[in-house]
């Protein structure tokens, strides 16, 4: 998809994804060359940063504009960049049931996106079905975890989801049961009984010795 803008010095239309330009102002570009014959004209004219599409790109997270060059810009797939502090705050960021369901559905059939159609079944499901972004997951990993369910047969889709999504349920439902009730069982149960052995202190022997004795008869012996 281009993005026309237009060039305030030549009244010229560029798509800035193609073209190097320089950000003038709110929303403001300008040819990188038109920029720079234009600060050649007014010594008082203060130079743009010149951005080479090419070369700069968006953090994916925090969506301010770097470049591939910089140390800090990693690429972490399907042709996304972001900075390297970005990448370590979403690492440690909690992620939603949602981000979780689709990490889930990536790894499951080996993509890097969701597909559009996996996305309309996701949005039927919640808003028509009521069902949660963590019970479909729950759901996907009952049907091919647990009950060893064929992905070839999936089509790269998740229509299996309200056929399993009752069951799953129950599945899960009791695990949580099984939970609770190991969590209200006394430790006290299950601690071993401890024998108490006193060992008596060793008493020291203290050899005798003579209370005088002579130094020639030390040597004679």
């Known amino acids: 998809m281009a993005h026309m803008v237009l060039c305030p010095y030549c009244k010229q239309k560029f798509d800035r994804d193609k073209e190097e330009y320089a950000l003038i102002g709110a929303r403001r570009y300008a040819h990188a060359a038109c920029m720079l014959r234009e600060a050649e004209k007014d010594p008082t004219y203060v130079k743009k940063e010149i951005i080479d599409p090419l070369d700069n790109v968006t953090c994916a997270y925090c969506q301010k504009p770097m470049s591939k060059k910089d ?97 799953a349920y129950n599945y899960h439902y009791q695990l949580w049961l099984a939970q609770q009730k190991n969590k209200d069982v006394e430790v006290t149960l299950y601690t071993p009984k401890v024998k108490e052995i006193v060992i008596p202190r060793p008493e020291r022997k203290v050899k005798k010795r003579p209370l005088f004795t002579f130094l020639d008869e030390e040597q004679e012996e």
Do not use: W
């Open 71 to 167: 140390e800090d810009c990693v690429m972490i797939g399907n042709g996304k960049y972001v900075h390297k502090a970005c990448q370590a705050l979403e690492e440690k960021r909690e992620k939603t049931d949602k981000e979780q369901l689709e990490d889930y559905i990536k790894d499951l059939f080996g993509t890097t996106y969701i597909d559009p159609r996996v996305r309309s079944q996701i949005k039927k499901y919640v808003e028509e079905f009521n069902y949660t972004y963590s019970g479909i997951r729950k759901a996907l990993i009952y049907h091919y975890e647990i009950k060893g369910g064929d992905k070839s047969k999936a089509n790269g889709g998740i229509g299996i989801v309200p056929y399993v999504y009752q069951a």
